[in-house]
Every structure is written in C-alpha cells, then in structure tokens.
C-alpha cells in the first residue's frame, strides 16, 4: 500500500511572523523562572523521563513548567546568543497543551511515561496542525490533512510537540550530487552541512564552524543542546546516527519496518525509517516503545508483527554486556587520531564491562567499495518516484513532481535559498534510473540480498552479538569543509540490510568534539542493543552539555 501524504501547500509563513511566535510562547515561561529555580534538584540537560515522572508524580515539578523551561533555552540560544537556528517552526499552544495535560493528570492520572513530556520532530514528518516542510521553501506553509503515524502514537502518549526542526533539505539524499564522477559537479552541488532553504544554516553546539551533520541535523543540535527531553529524526543512510555523534547524543536507526513511515516525507522506501534522538539510552527507549505497532498504511510494518516491544526500558540493565560477543570494525578507524582514542578507551571500557571482544572483524572488500555507490543508486530512482506520490496529496499550487520541484528551484524569480541544492536536484533528476529500470531492480532485488548474506555472515563466522565501529570516523566537519568529507562510515550497511545501529556518547576529542560509538546488530535485535548502550552508558557517562548552550537557572526538574 502506498504511503499517503508527502509534501506541504498553503501559504508560505513569513519569517517575521514565526518570530513573533516564539515571542508569543516565551512571554509566558518567565512568571515561572524564578519558582523553577527555587525548587531544582535535577537539571534537565541530565534528567530522564524517569526522573521527569517522578517529579511530575510527587507533585514538584508540572509539564507546564517543563515545557517553559525547554522555551527558556530556545529563546537564549536559537535565535540569540550562538544562534543554533535549529528551529523551523514552534508550536503556539504548547504551553496551552502542558496546562491540559497537568490537569489531566490530576484528573484521570498519567496516560504514561511520555504524558506531558516535551518533544521536537524533524520537519520531514507531517503534523496536522503545523506545516511540514522537508526543509524545503517550496513547501513553506504546507499543512499535512493528518499526522504522521507516529505522530500520532507520541500525542496519544500525551507528549507535546514544542517545534519542528530543521533538517538537511528532502533528508539531503532527495536531490544529491554524491557519486558524480565530475569533481566540478560535486563542488557546485554540496549543500553547506546543516543548511536548507526553509530552516536556514544550523549550527554544532559544541562549535559554531561546525555543522550538525544530516539529516536529521536539526534534531541533533536541538536535543545536544537541551531543547527539548527527545527528538525523532528520519534515516536512510545515516541521517538519525551522523547528527547524534556530531552533536553527541543517544540515537537508534531501528529495524526496518519497526516504525511506520506513513506520513513522513519518503527519500528512499527501501531504507527510509525514523528514529528517535535523546541524551539517554532511557529516553530513546521510552520513545521507541510508543511508536511501535503494525500500520495499515505502511506495509513494512507487517515484518514487525509478533517482534516489536511496546516497553524497551525492560531491557536497560547494569550488567547486559557480561558475556556479549562484541565484534570490533576496525575498518573504520585510523581516519583520525582524536576519534581514535576515544574509540580505543571506549573498548577498554566493554572489556571491563566483560564483554567478550572479538578484534579485528573485517568487511567484505566488495562491500566497502560498493555500499556509496548501490545507495546513491537505489535512493535517486525511489525519491524521483515516491516524491511524486507524496505529493499527489498537496494542494494546489504545491509542485507535484520531481520535474516540477526542478524547475521552479532553479527558475530565478523562485529566489531559491539554496543554489547549491537547486544544482543537486537538477543533477539527481537526470541520473535517476526509473522503477522498472533493470539496473535499479537488480541493486533492489540482489545485491541488496546479497550484502544482507554478507552481513549476517559476518555475525556468524564471529559468534557475534554485535559489532563496534566509530559512528564517524572524523568528528563534525566544517560547515563549508574545503574539500566534501569522505563517505568511508558504514552507515549505510544498516539501511542495506535493514538491521538497527544504535548510537551512544563515549567522549570528546582534544577539540572539544563528541565520537560516538554505533552498536550494529541484525534484525529485531534492539532490546539487546538498547540493554548493550545502557550498560555502556551507565559506566562511562559519556554525555557533555555544549559550552556554546551552557545551563541556565531555569534548568530545572524539581523532584
């Protein structure tokens, strides 16, 4: 069944209205700043849901004062100060949303671990009552008929939506010149990293000349730097797990067909999931428990019948690495010597912990020098097609093609924001191989099985429960990095087999930078990496708040 939905239409909003906006919102968060910080206990940048609840329970702490002391951050830091800018659209009546929320609570009790807990969405995932962008100024002002499937899963658990954020434009790979053999080409079609025509340029928290990563770049910086307690992001081929380690914070690309993507701005349906981004294991897993379920909308969901977990905090246990077969990539160290330390002391760490370390495991060179170029293949056909589908559900006046989003990106009149995207976009609708083109099927239908073979190969010869690998081999890049950065993290084997990578803080490098390691296992195997992650996690306490978005007094969750 095809997935509904997929681009935006309405009006476009003017900038000076979205100011006035979150001057609106703001307003009303300082009557509460001086209370909040009377009665802190815990910080929010450090607090989990759990902590949050528990406060929310004894009566110290109320949603409402929560979600204005997440406002109190964004106004110092997103638009002033560092200006983060990871901000697309806030929500007007989130703090009118907390208020019904308390007092529902007071009423009738929790709805659950999420009831009045503050979230921000990548602004690829459809919300009925804010726009959706994809990062795109075409689609300014489009308001989805309905939310994403998971939006609606999150709702329900009475979290509250603060804002939408910012993303590398269509998820970055939606209009691309990666793997054009013309240098040339490749120059003048990369997009500064963290920038999109809607959003703006997003900044690194941790340093401002560095960008989030993408794509899910705006959901990284805002959770890195305490906007919000979690955030959902969306990958293909590494856009949930490059802006967690480039912003250092927790994030999992999930199973294939784990989470529904009914509603959610499509790149590529062969590896397209969302994931959700926090700054702990905890709070990823309460996320990823919420929004799972079988969705009539999204036929990849049907694999998940009878393997998903509505509760993965049930596997958080001190101790879970005991015994665990841990494979070692070393295939993607040696990129850079700060990362590589972090990396190493990192596995020091899970040998104490007494995991069992197989070092090194190798990759099929086969797979190494072809997973770049099947994605970029794979992606550009399925994007011009299910594009279009996406938006056969816009309104009026909204481009419903490929070759319209082309034409109006690079007419003049457009004043299009991004030319370098405007190039990218031209460059991948000419390459673009059609659905039923026979190179295309043969990527889909055999290699793609064929790397899976490998994959799980790999896991049995070694016996392993999971492989290690530095999420990046090189910490954030340069917003405009003199030379594109090479594409040598394995990412991308996650989406190609469909398997989940978890992704945890393990240190900074002498920069000031966070690494990251990726926890990569086969299918359906999330309780074992979540349980993996939150040992890890626990021993090292890894997670750094940036000193570009220091607290603040109203950082607060009493308890």
Not at 255 to 267: A, K, Q
Not at 458 to 485: G, M, N, W
Request: charged share 20%; aromatic share 6%; glycine share 10%.
């Amino acid at each position: 069944m095809a997935l509904r939905r997929l681009c935006p239409i309405a009006r476009p909003p003017c900038r000076r209205g979205r100011g006035r906006a979150v001057v609106a919102l703001l307003i009303a968060f300082t009557s509460a700043t001086s209370v909040l910080a009377d009665r802190a206990s815990l910080n929010i940048e450090t607090a989990t849901i759990a902590d949050i609840s528990a406060a929310f329970a004894s009566g110290t702490l109320t949603s409402e004062e929560l979600v204005k002391a997440y406002l109190a951050r964004i106004e110092a830091y997103d638009k002033q100060g560092p200006k983060i800018n990871a901000i697309i659209t806030p929500n007007p009546k989130a703090i009118e949303t907390a208020r019904a929320l308390d007092r529902e609570r007071k009423t009738k009790g929790p709805r659950g671990p999420l009831h009045g807990i503050p979230i921000v969405l990548k602004d690829n995932i459809d919300t009925s009552d804010l726009p959706t962008t994809a990062g795109s100024q075409l689609l300014e002002g489009h308001i989805p008929p309905d939310d994403a499937f998971v939006v609606k899963k999150l709702r329900d658990a009475g979290a509250i939506i603060l804002a939408k954020v910012n993303l590398s434009e269509f998820a970055g790979s939606g209009g691309s010149v990666s793997g054009a053999p013309d240098p040339a080409i490749v120059k003048v079609g990369t997009v500064p990293n963290g920038f999109s025509s809607a959003g703006g340029q997003t900044l690194n928290p941790h340093d401002l000349t560095r960008g989030p990563s993408g794509s899910s770049g705006g959901t990284g910086a805002a959770i890195g730097a305490a906007f919000a307690q979690f955030g959902l992001g969306t990958d293909t081929g590494g856009s949930v797990r490059g802006p967690s380690s480039a912003n250092g914070v927790v994030g999992l690309k999930p199973t294939h067909g784990l989470i529904s993507r009914d509603g959610i701005v499509p790149l590529g349906l062969s590896f397209d999931t969302a994931g959700p981004m926090g700054r702990s294991v905890y709070d990823v897993a309460v996320a990823l428990g919420v929004m799972t379920g079988v969705d009539s909308a999204d036929a990849a969901t049907r694999k998940s019948d009878g393997k998903f977990a509505t509760d993965y905090t049930q596997f958080l246990k001190i101790g879970s690495l005991k015994g665990a077969r841990i494979g070692i990539a070393r295939d993607f160290l040696g990129k850079d010597p700060g990362t590589d330390r972090v990396i190493e002391a990192a596995i020091d760490t899970l040998k104490k912990l007494g995991a069992v370390i197989v070092d090194p495991i190798k990759y099929p060179d086969h797979l190494l020098q072809s997973k770049q170029g099947i994605y970029n293949l794979i992606v550009s056909a399925e994007f011009k097609a299910d594009i279009a589908e996406y938006l056969k559900t816009t309104k009026a006046g909204y481009p419903k093609t490929l070759d319209e989003i082309v034409v109006r990106a690079n007419t003049p009149a457009t004043g299009y924001r991004s030319p370098e995207k405007a190039f990218a976009l031209k460059y991948t609708n000419s390459v673009a191989l059609d659905l039923n083109d026979p190179v295309y099927l043969a990527a889909k239908n055999e290699t793609l099985a064929a790397t899976k073979a490998s994959i799980l190969a790999l896991f049995a010869k070694h016996q392993l429960d999971a492989i290690v690998y530095p999420t990046s081999p090189r910490p954030a890049t340069l917003i405009k990095p003199t030379d594109p950065p090479p594409t040598d993290s394995p990412t991308n084997f996650a989406n190609q087999t469909g398997f989940p990578d978890l992704i945890i803080p393990a240190g900074m490098t002498p920069d000031g930078l966070p690494v990251t390691i990726s926890l990569f296992g086969v299918a359906w195997s999330e309780p074992k990496l979540l349980g993996y992650g939150y040992d890890f996690e626990q021993a090292t306490k890894a997670l750094v708040l940036p000193k570009y978005t220091p607290a603040l007094k109203t950082d607060v969750t009493p308890h």
